[in-house]
């Protein structure tokens, strides 16, 4: 699908047609299930900012070396950095693009954007949302009532203005976003991909429905039985999954809800690190922590067990009076 | 400023920021001073101020010592009501759920319109900002706040693009464009306190805060600046303020 363009609804009910819906286990590896990300795809992250990134799944996508992904994810910050200055992706969908509040503007997606013709593709963050809804509804836009007299109404001619058929009024038309493939990390699920999302559940259950595939990872595969005793906490149906895999702390250096906090001194190192040098300190970074380790635990150790510790405190430390 | 203070000009801009809410109103808070301010407010006079972040939660009441580093993270719905999806949230905006929007803002100009998108042409800028994250839809749904540092640089009589609406080209211009609610209310800085003139819409000084003359604001401002005839000046922080603050922001985090 070129950008910017709806998929026609036939198209998307064939896509929808040839996908394996029933109940089976789909577990596999984290390198198995990156490789069915093919290179140019486009590919929606769930969470939000520092939170329930699916790192594990990017941190594969940059050691497998794809190429040419288009990303779009509600709000970006280190990920997209790992994304963009990597080169596994050369367009970012997002609302918000910085390494986070606390740090400022990200020299590296800059470098990348203002230097070298990388896209960072800019909708506000409730158009980012209706987007992935109109996706998951199977409807080609969802109406609006933000951006309009913005200068991001020109910037993104893929809008459209109209006039309410029914009161008059003036409504932004934003197009539907089908990934074809969407990246989620979750707290639970079981094999068959029937996913518990603890807390901020972000845009995750709009973009899994949405996009022709799902991958998913999570902190801890549970039996179909356990999913069964409490089915009202399954957020994201096991027909939309198409591969699950058992990572645990797999938003490192990120958080997951309940489980651990961002892991801030190595996010400082980092930020300190890229924006001394957004180009070769970038480099060393992902040869350091991506391509020079044996294994995502092996990428864990490096971030420290200290770190990891008080991480996990400050995490579970949220079901806490 | 020249007399000796014993508060940070940060420190002053939250507690400015939360004079500004009032008890029992919704408000939809950005990270940084906003959300600092919103909890300040809670606890000093608005103990039934409802404050809404982005990441999907309402009602929320942040520990003090344990601000959150952005509004997406677990801390923020630590003591919520109640946790929704990032879309939904926003779209409690649009339904019309929230009375005020409160956000920083990098830059702005003499009809409230901020930019946090581009320096320069935005095909070919020379600093690619940030971006909007919830800024737009803050800005086009709701009644807002914004909060910032006073800079020469940072008050423009026209942004270089429009990221979050205020009253666009002034007059009636913001509702012409389809925005139907809400518009910029008050910009609250280390400096002083600014509204927009009922007609115009242009940006006018309400208050000037303490050592703060007409002159060093004008110096201070790149937006040629009107006075309201009831200009007055800004009172101090008190020390109810100052020690209700340090306890939320104990490491000044966002108060430096």
Redesign the interface.
Known sequence: MSEGQVESYDRLRERMAQRDRSLREKVMTLEDAVALVPDGASVGIGG????RTPMALIWELIRQRRRGLTCSR??V?TDGDLLLGSGVSDHII?????Q???WG??KV??HR??GLGKI?E??????I??R??AGGMGVPFMP?????????VP?RPETK?IDCPFTG????LVPALNPDVALIHVQRADPFGNAQID????????LALAADSVILTTERIVSNDQIRREPHLTKIPFLSVDAVVEVPYGAAPH?C??QY??M?GHLNAYVEQVNADPVDGFERYLDEYVHGCESWNDFLAKIGLHEIVGATQH?RS?YND | MTEPRDYTANEYLAILAARQLKDGQVVFAGVGIPLLAATLAQRLDCPNLTILFEGGVVGALVEPGKLPPSTNDQRCTKSANMVLGSAEVLLLMQRGYVDVGFMGGAQIDQYGNLNSSFIGDSTNPSVRLPGSGGGNDIASLTRMIVAMKHEKRRFVEEVDFITSPGFLQGGESRRDSGLLSGGMYRVVTDLAILGFHEQTRRIEVLSLNPGVSREKLQDNTGIRLDFSPELSETPAPTQRELAELRTVDPERLFTD
């Open positions: 939000s900012t520092m939170s509600c709000i910050s997002t609302s918000w693009f910085a986070g509040i606390l503007l990200s997606m800059r954007v203002e960072y800019e909708w506000s963050h409730m158009a949302g209706m992935f809804r609006m009532r933000s951006m309009l007299g913005s200068d991001l910037l203005q009024e003036k409504l932004l807390g901020l559940q972000f845009m995750d259950i709009d958080e809800y309940g906090e961002p801030m995490g949220i």
